[in-house]
T-cell receptor, first 116, second 113 residues
Framework: DSGVTQTPKHLITATGQRVTLRCSPR?????VYWYQQSLDQGLQFLIQ???????AKGNILERFSAQQFPDLHSELNLSSLELGDSALYFC???????????????FGPGTRLTVL | GDSVTQMEGPVTLSEEAFLTINCTYT??????LFWYVQYPGEGLQLLLK?????DKGSNKGFEATYRKETTSFHLEKGSVQVSDSAVYFC????????????FGSGTRLSIRP
């Protein structure tokens, strides 16, 4: 158990809908990362937050957005869902981000999103 | 940009066989290198890491050595077990990547009893 929790574990929805995925980081970790794992794209970094502020952006679609709240939990919002958004979405957390010194990221169990 | 290329799978071995999963990288500067493992139905776990050239990361019988001259970080284990069946991801965090992890495509490993 990494100490990172994600809810829900599974989510099934229809095209055009909007969903929210939730992540609670490990106690004491200030930085949260979101990753998408799909069959065709592999594991891709989406976005990073540090202490409530967006820190880095990866291959995140405009239909997707995220935020980190004062209690440090984070939510990833996916809207106007398409079939291709079906994937496993992972959250990870670390103590602080570092441009030079790497801080280990601990991954949650993921949320499996199925868009029908 | 930074990238990771790893051996395509799936790889199927018999128990107690020797394992090598190849990984090469492209990055500017001196990235940190990692192997992550994903067991069926679970999230990613850090298996081992190396943060500078010639470092050897090791854990649970797995080893990988950071080779800057060949830009490689191959994963090895001398005697695999059925419980090692999982997907293995080679990854890097680059100097300028703001801590985002860049993953390889993953290699699915199955061990036959």
């Amino acid at each position: 158990d990494s100490g990172v929790t994600q809810t829900p574990k599974h989510l099934i929805t229809a095209t055009g809908q909007r969903v929210t995925l939730r992540c609670s980081p490990r106690s004491g970790d200030l930085s949260v990362y979101w990753y998408q794992q799909s069959l065709d794209q592999g594991l891709q970094f989406l976005i990073q937050y540090y202490n409530g502020e967006e820190r880095a952006k990866g291959n995140i679609l405009e239909r997707f957005s995220a935020q980190q709240f004062p209690d440090l939990h984070s939510e990833l919002n996916l809207s106007s869902l398409e079939l291709g958004d079906s994937a496993l979405y992972f959250c990870a957390s670390s103590v602080v981000p570092g441009d030079v010194t790497y801080n280990e990221q601990f991954f949650g169990p993921g949320t499996r999103l199925t868009v029908l | 940009g930074d990238s990771v290329t790893q051996m395509e799978g799936p790889v199927t071995l018999s128990e107690e066989a020797f394992l090598t999963i190849n990984c090469t990288y492209t990055a500017t500067g001196y990235p940190s290198l990692f192997w992550y493992v994903q067991y069926p139905g679970e999230g990613l776990q850090l298996l081992l890491k190396a943060t500078k050239a010639d470092d050897k990361g090791s854990n649970k019988g797995f080893e990988a050595t950071y080779r800057k001259e060949t830009t490689s970080f191959h994963l090895e284990k001398g005697s695999v077990q059925v419980s090692d069946s999982a997907v293995y991801f080679c990854a890097l965090v680059g100097y300028s990547s703001a801590s985002k992890i860049i993953f390889g495509s993953g290699t699915r490993l199955s061990i036959r009893p």
